[in-house]
């Protein structure tokens, strides 16, 4: 997979946005030889909660290009821990840590900036590292980028934004809608507009990387011309809970994916077994943290926090949700945050209950939709009045359904699938099909041993599923502008 540095000035956003919430930036300590050309320029700023925090350290190379770079600093106290870091290869021993790049931001002219993180622990107040070391040279450079900073020997090199490459035709779905907004009870666009997501989500990404390449998110964009693609992180059956820092990455990764090819991403928080989401709280607040602190910058990402919370009360799961929401929030103030609903996302329905439960007692945060959830052979008329009953009060999300039964597999139901998305359409209620995989099972988009190719193009290699969805999809979505 491609993968591209941030342009610098979303980097120096990223400071300030976070910077305005936290105020923890600090300068670096002078070189102790005066005549030492300065190495590098630090800036280190953390959002802090109970017991964890997050730190974004943006490096600056104020000395010759380097091809390869090792970040050095050591933590004040004791127990201060990285528990997973971003953009670089993160290494504590003891108090002492360096950070070694990625490939995609190896490589450092004079002046050129790059924006590292992590997510860490703390015991006692979290005082920040004082001095930092770029390939053993000391960063002697002033921190904030402020005008009275000494100016880099060479200004830093214009940046280009990420390349995105538009549908044939017009612009992409992110181009024309920007960053989204709850407004009343529906999602909308940068020119406040109601606007329909229409999608895909993808199967567990442990078990299908191989759907999730350059060319299938190419064909997802382009053949389909998706507005969505929904990033089915599981917690459990060997998701997250086995690699934190693995699958962090490969959810930033493909965030990346859509972001370069101009759709949103969803980035699916995967909970199933357990129902219970605070079983997942601690990893949840972990997760997102680094999630949102990597993305805060973007346009175009949407939060789920809780794909299918059932056997729980809904109280269970708003407590959850506003415990979440602030992580995001700390990093991302604008992004839109989804939140599952009782039931498997049923809005309490396939556990005798309904939305009313939500209607009274809604999430206590602003900018968010509430997940609902239908698998067309299984659910039928009761879902879909109750489904329409909360629309009118709650902005709603399908943020997964598919055309066949709830087990996930079985035949089309082309008459229900057809009646829902009817109704989909007619209240403007996003949505992400399940699956955008070759799984042999019958909600899967693309005929079993696809992925192992390199065609996703075109209706040949598509289920019935894949092809009744692909027609959905790929008809002109008329985002409004004004
Ligand atoms: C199913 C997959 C299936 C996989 C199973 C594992 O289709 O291949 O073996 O998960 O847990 C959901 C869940 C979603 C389910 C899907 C179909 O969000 O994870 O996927 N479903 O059962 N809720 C209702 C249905």
New binding site residues.
């Given amino acids: 997979m491609t993968r591209h540095p941030r342009p610098l000035r979303r980097q120096l956003a990223a400071v300030g946005a976070v910077g305005a919430l936290t105020a923890a930036t600090l300068a670096a300590l002078p070189a102790t030889n005066a005549q030492a050309a300065p190495g590098c320029r630090i800036t280190y700023t953390t959002t802090n909660w109970t017991g964890g925090f997050t730190a974004t350290v943006t490096v600056t190379n104020l000395g010759d290009t380097v091809n390869g770079w090792t970040l050095g600093f050591t933590f004040p106290d004791t127990g201060q821990r990285i528990t997973q870091g971003w953009s670089a290869t993160w290494q504590q021993n003891g108090a002492a840590v360096t950070a070694r790049n990625e490939n995609w931001n190896g490589s450092l002219t004079t002046g050129a900036t790059t924006s590292i993180g992590f997510t860490g622990a703390h015991t006692g107040s979290n005082p920040n590292p004082t001095s930092f070391t770029l390939n053993g040279t000391a960063c002697a450079g002033s921190t904030t980028p402020t005008p009275t900073s000494p100016a880099p020997t060479t200004p830093p090199p214009p940046t280009t934004p990420p390349p995105t490459t538009a549908p044939p035709g017009g612009a992409t779905p992110v181009a024309v809608n920007g960053q989204l907004r709850v407004c009343g009870v529906n999602l909308c666009n940068q020119y406040g507009k109601p606007i329909q997501l229409r999608g895909m989500s993808s ?2 990404i442990q078990w299908f990387p191989r759907c999730y390449t350059d060319a299938s998110l190419d064909a997802l964009a382009r053949d389909w011309n998706a507005d969505l693609f929904r990033i ?1 992180m599981y917690v459990q ?1 060997d998701g997250y809970e086995t690699d934190p820092t693995g699958f962090t990455d490969r959810v930033n990764n493909l965030v990346e994916e859509a972001t370069e090819r101009g759709m949103y991403a969803m980035i699916d928080f ?1 909970l ?2 357990p129902g219970d989401p605070t079983y997942n709280l601690q990893r949840a607040k972990t997760f997102f943290a680094a999630v949102s602190a990597r993305h805060a910058n973007k346009n175009n990402v949407i939060y789920e926090i809780a ?2 919370p059932n056997g729980v009360s809904w109280s269970t799961i708003k407590n959850y949700a506003e415990q979440v929401i602030p992580v995001i929030r700390a990093n991302d103030p604008d992004a839109v945050v989804v939140v599952g609903t009782r039931a ?1 996302s049923s809005l309490g329905v396939s556990e005798g209950g309904n939305s009313t439960e939500v209607v009274n007692n809604p999430v206590n945060a602003a900018n968010v939709m509430y997940a609902f ?1 239908f ?1 067309a052979a299984s659910h039928r008329d009761n879902y879909r009045a109750e489904l329409e009953r909360a629309a009118a009060r709650l902005p709603m999300f399908v943020t ?1 359904f ?1 055309t066949v039964d ?4 079985g035949g089309v139901d082309l008459a229900s699938s057809t009646t829902w998305l009817d109704l989909l359409d007619r209240l403007k209620i996003s949505y992400a099909n ?2 955008y995989s070759d ?1 042999a ?1 019958g ?1 899967a988009a693309f005929r079993p041993g696809t992925c192992n190719g390199n065609t996703f193009a075109g209706a040949s290699v598509l289920t019935e599923s894949g092809n009744f969805m692909r027609n959905r999809i790929r008809t002109p979505d008329n985002f409004p502008t004004n």
């Avoid at 709830?406 to 597999?409: E, F, K, L, V």
């Fill in positions: 199967h567990g089915a059956e995967h199933l077994t794909n299918e498997w959830h698998y997964e598919g709830y087990t996930g597999d399940w699956t799984k099972e909600s």
